[in-house]
């Protein structure tokens, strides 16, 4: 805990002194400054942007794979939303004689050198990093019917330490396959004794949420370990720090009243939601209405079917409402398969690039502006689609807590699901979302739509 807290505020202390060195050097270059007299107190604004826009991407978590295109993709946006802000705040709020005002080229060349040399020394402390921790394992407590799913869950998320099962009980908690590789001890006391004696590197313990099998040793030990600087997550807690999404296997009927979810239903925060969705949705579709109309009429001359196409979905409250999206398939195709397959013979010719393009989205606008819909929140689902997941999936009429949305968690978490295995999966995110409803979430989410319509993930 104390190497990651070490790391943020590397990261932090990096990013400050890489914005001033920056800033000051363009502007020496351009001879708008020199020796003796530095841009300090002009460049608050900037840096405070910059630190913002990074901990939005979690560009300031240890846990980030900050090697990834992916991260490389969302460090770019993050600093040219943060490059936008500052040149906005400076010639269009900032009274005259700021400093910045004397170039613009200035204010963008710095946030170009700023965006290459933090992803640079980031990659570089994430890569040291990455060999200690690799060596460093995950114990779970738990029996194997708890372990085994624990295990194929980090597999799929990609997780680089290994998982090491214990049975609070001393049972075997190990598959043979499992104990060949090393990977599990039988008897939670052993490994326990093991780390207090620093011969085993642990990242994390994970308890599973039942404490029956701890002995009061046992959870004494594990406090004296936990204010040592070794974090101890429930299996829960767990699934939300490293993940940021919620078990599927924690839903129970009663769970949501266990757990509150007091600000999803704050009337002030509601409120100030749907002014900022009426004036985004608004400025929104004055922008896109040449878009729209232009798209409708290529749509209208592919096969002279109706341009816009509309659908039952299901909103907030569980009331239904009427979506609407340019239509990318062809007339008459809403009986068949309720998913688009890859290579979709239904999707016309314009319709594909309007999905590519996410250009099919935009009359979900008008969604917003009515109030059907928010910007943000969990994807409206196709009522017919509805009845089949709330039968078959626990507690699926959670996410009927909030507005469904245009993006969302979920939707930038996850690719476009075509199964109920997926749906799943996208429920999980939708109610991370749902507990942890904030402003700064959604502008999260907004940094990584930007980077999923770019990349053209999912459908």
């Not at 878009?291 to 659908?311: C, H, N, T």
Request: proline share 4%; net charge positive; glycine share 8%.
């Amino acid at each position: 805990m104390r190497g990651r807290r070490y790391t943020t505020f590397t990261l932090l202390a990096l990013d400050i002194l890489c914005s001033v060195g920056v800033f000051n050097v363009v502007a020496i270059v351009r001879g708008l400054g020199w020796r003796g007299d530095w841009l300090l107190a002009s460049l608050l604004a900037p840096i405070g942007f910059t630190v913002f826009a990074l901990y939005l991407i979690d560009g300031y978590s240890p846990r980030t794979d900050m090697l990834s295109i992916d991260y490389a993709s969302q460090h770019s946006i993050a600093f040219l939303g943060a490059m936008l802000a500052t040149l906005v705040l400076t010639f269009v709020f900032a009274p005259g004689g700021y400093e910045l005002q004397s170039s613009r080229l200035v204010i963008s060349l710095s946030f170009v050198g700023m965006a290459a040399l933090s992803l640079g020394y980031r990659r570089t402390i994430y890569f040291r990093r990455l060999a200690a921790r690799v060596r460093r394992s995950i114990l779970f407590v738990g029996d194997r019917a708890s372990c085994d799913p624990f295990q194929a869950e980090c597999a799929r998320m990609a997780m680089l330490q290994p998982v090491r099962c214990a049975a609070p009980n001393g049972e075997d908690a190990a598959s043979t396959e499992g104990a060949a590789r090393g990977e599990f001890r039988t008897s939670f006391a052993d490994v326990l004794a093991e780390v207090e004696a620093g011969r085993t590197a642990i990242e994390a313990i994970v308890l599973r949420e039942s404490a029956a099998g701890l002995s009061a040793d046992f959870s004494r030990r594990l406090v004296q370990l936990y204010f040592a600087g070794l974090p101890t997550f429930t299996l829960e807690l767990f699934h939300q720090v490293y993940w940021r999404k919620i078990p599927i296997y924690r839903l129970n009927p009663t769970w949501l009243f266990q757990e509150g979810f007091k600000i999803a239903r704050d009337p002030s925060f509601e409120r100030l939601k749907r002014a900022s969705d009426i004036a985004l949705s608004f400025t929104g579709l004055l922008v896109a209405a040449p878009i729209i109309a232009a798209s409708a009429l290529v749509v209208w001359l592919e096969d002279r079917g109706p341009s816009f196409f509309g659908q039952t979905r299901i909103g907030k409250n569980h009331l239904p409402f009427r979506l609407w999206k340019l239509r990318s398939m062809r007339a008459l195709s809403d009986s068949g398969d309720p998913y688009t397959r890859p290579g979709d013979a239904r999707i016309t010719r314009a319709g594909r690039i309007l999905r590519v393009t996410r250009i099919d989205e935009l009359p979900q606008l008008w969604n917003v502006f009515r109030g059907d819909m928010s910007l943000i929140g969990p994807r409206a689902e196709w009522d017919r689609l509805v009845e089949i997941y709330e039968r078959d999936i626990p507690c699926y009429h959670f996410r009927h807590l909030v507005k469904p949305g245009i993006t969302g968690w979920a939707q930038v978490n996850y690719p476009y699901g075509a199964s109920t295995a997926d749906t799943i999966r996208k429920l999980e995110y939708d109610l991370y979302y749902i507990r942890h409803f904030s402003f700064t979430l959604d502008a999260t989410i907004v940094l990584k739509t930007i980077h999923v319509m770019l990349f053209g993930r999912g459908r």
